[in-house]
T-cell receptor
């Protein structure tokens, strides 16, 4: 088995601040994803990375940057935090050949912007 | 783009009864339909999926039905147990896409 670790668990920021969320996986999966989960809504894809050194935008990429530093890690940056924003950011990875395959999710980072 | 609608936002059943959660999708090219479960305070985990080359798939107490004509798929849970209580998310993707489109989730409560 493997595990996905997300840091920090809770993130409190100020309006306009640049904030970075980190994700590490030890599944040795090629593909990694960043989702945003808002209360009462489904997950929306922000960025994904099919393999190391690849970066693809999802439907919600505006206002975010991402970086795939190595196969095991994928970072997400909120470029300018919006006042009163509250959401959970979930990192996931999927098995090799991962298109249309099971995704494994991390525990999430809960963001609050004051 | 693709939209996935999950029709029941909440569902309550008695322990031992069956539960059915329904989803519809808009993109006729969608061919992969997974379901994920999120227990209280935890992250999502995969429970079952179905691909468009079949219309039914069963795994223990879980069955997924796919009606391509109606662009509808559903999760059936039989003999429900308290540990089935969770938010269930349906999702859809086309065969050429890496992007899953999720429904808004159904909070299932199994009452003793």
């Amino acid at each position: 088995g493997g595990i996905i670790t997300q840091t920090p668990k809770f993130l409190i920021g100020q309006e306009g601040q640049k904030l970075t969320l980190k994700c590490q996986q030890n599944f040795n999966h090629d593909t990694m994803y960043w989702y945003r989960q808002d209360s009462g809504k489904g997950l929306r894809l922000i960025y994904y990375s099919i393999t190391e050194n690849d970066l693809q935008k999802g439907d919600l990429s505006e206002g975010y940057d991402a970086s795939r530093e190595k196969k095991s890690s994928f970072s997400l940056t909120v470029t300018s935090a919006q006042k009163n924003e509250m959401a959970v950011f979930l990192c996931a990875s999927s098995i090799p050949g991962g298109r249309n395959a099971e995704q494994f999710f991390g525990p999430g980072t809960r963001l609050t912007v004051l | 783009g693709e939209k996935v609608e999950q029709h029941e936002s909440t569902l309550s059943v008695r322990e031992g009864d069956s539960a059915v959660i329904n989803c519809t999708y808009t993109d006729t090219a969608s061919s992969y339909f997974p379901w994920y479960k999120q227990e209280a305070g935890k992250s999502l985990h995969f429970v079952i999926d179905i691909r468009s080359n079949v219309d039914r798939k069963q795994s223990q107490r879980l069955t997924v039905l796919l009606d391509k004509k109606a662009k509808r798929f559903s999760l059936h849970i039989t003999a429900t147990q308290p540990e089935d209580s969770a938010i269930y998310f349906c999702a859809a993707a086309s065969s050429g896409s890496w992007q899953l489109i999720f429904g808004s989730g159904t909070q299932l409560t199994v009452m003793p």
